[in-house]
């Protein structure tokens, strides 16, 4: 039934705006897929951190202020690679997140594990949709949507593939001293006042959270901005190297070469400790690109498609899944 491969027009690319429900929020997403004649492997998309739209850009609508102005493409990575997944017969779905865009919610007061069960319930609300093969699901996830995608994938047997672009290996706190280091030096997203309050009280923010305390106020385009600490403390508390031990599945790795948030030697290292696991990783690295990937050219994030298709084999899916397949196909 659904390992036979749909036939579909290459560059006839469909797109579904919707809302579904994550625990007490509402969160807007698009879904993008190809015309087909039967079923569709698909794959979530995940956005990086800070304040982010569903197409991976820069949280502009729900955040004015925080971002400087646009000087790159329109496009954001996850809608290049929606773009890009749908031209080789794969449908996606992208969202923004709490507080993000067209969604509930609050950012600012967001925890990790709050963000891997909305990732959860997005994949969840998909699982209805008759367009979609369930035996063929991959999470792609940029920054830290690497670390949430990892988190899911663990404990769902029906992902079969990841792709993980510019993925730290080590705790946040880890990464975001390197990073804020090499941003200072080098003037990269500076323009952004809050990657520069972020960047400047960093330390700081680092000291209370580890001390337990629940809230740090900065000051970002000229107003007072109250973060949450809980949500930052999670995610010292869980890096991407320990979830890595744990999962067995196909990954395709991508990372900048000049990325200025996570350090390409976190890509090598995830990749060996997925080796370890009795993974077979793919690991390509993009020369010249930081780690929104802006500098790379279709030709790349097309490249990084091939390899995540080609790892989206057929799982055998538990019982209750089997079921929701069922139904979805009798009522097509």
């Known amino acids: 039934m659904c390992e036979v491969r749909p036939a579909y027009h290459r560059g006839v690319i469909e797109r579904e705006d919707l809302r579904f429900r994550a625990g007490d929020a509402s969160l807007a997403a698009t879904l993008t897929f190809p015309v087909v004649d039967g079923r569709v492997p698909w794959a979530l998309l995940i956005p990086s951190w800070l304040p982010r739209d569903r197409d991976g850009a820069w949280d502009r609508r729900g955040h004015p202020g925080w971002f400087g102005p646009r000087t790159g ?7 290049r690679l929606a773009d890009a997944l749908a031209d080789r017969g794969v449908a996606t779905l992208r ?3 709490r507080g993000c865009g067209e969604s509930d919610g609050a950012w600012e007061s967001t925890g990790l594990f709050t963000r891997i069960d909305d990732a959860r319930d997005a994949i969840g609300a998909m699982r209805s949709r008759p367009e979609l093969d369930l035996r063929r699901t991959a999470i792609v996830g940029h920054g830290e949507g690497a670390g949430i995608a990892l ?3 663990i404990g769902d047997p029906a992902i079969g593939a990841l792709g993980l672009v510019g993925a730290p290996a080590r705790s946040l706190r880890t990464v975001l001293r390197r990073g804020a280091s090499e941003r200072a030096a080098k003037g990269v997203d500076h323009e952004h006042p809050v990657v520069a309050a972020l960047d400047a009280r960093l330390e700081e923010l680092v000291e209370r959270a580890e001390r337990g305390e629940r809230a740090i106020t ?6 007072s901005t109250t973060l949450d600490l809980a949500g930052w403390d999670q995610a010292f508390h869980t890096p991407s190297i320990a979830l890595a031990t744990m999962l067995h599945r196909n990954v395709v790795l991508l990372h900048g070469a000049d990325d200025a948030w996570v350090d390409p030697g976190e890509a090598r290292l995830l990749a060996a400790v997925l080796l370890e696991a009795g993974n077979e990783p793919a690991l390509t690295f993009i020369e010249g690109a930081g780690h929104d990937l802006t500098e790379a050219d279709d030709a790349a994030i097309g490249e990084f498609g091939d390899a995540l298709v080609a790892r989206m084999e057929p799982r055998e899916l538990p019982p209750v899944l089997v079921a929701i397949e069922e139904m979805g196909g009798r009522g097509r």
């Open 73 to 79: 493409p329109d496009e954001g990575l996850l809608a």
């Open 95 to 97: 969202y923004d997140p």
């Open 151 to 153: 988190s899911v994938a």
């Open 218 to 223: 900065l000051e970002i385009g000229g107003a």
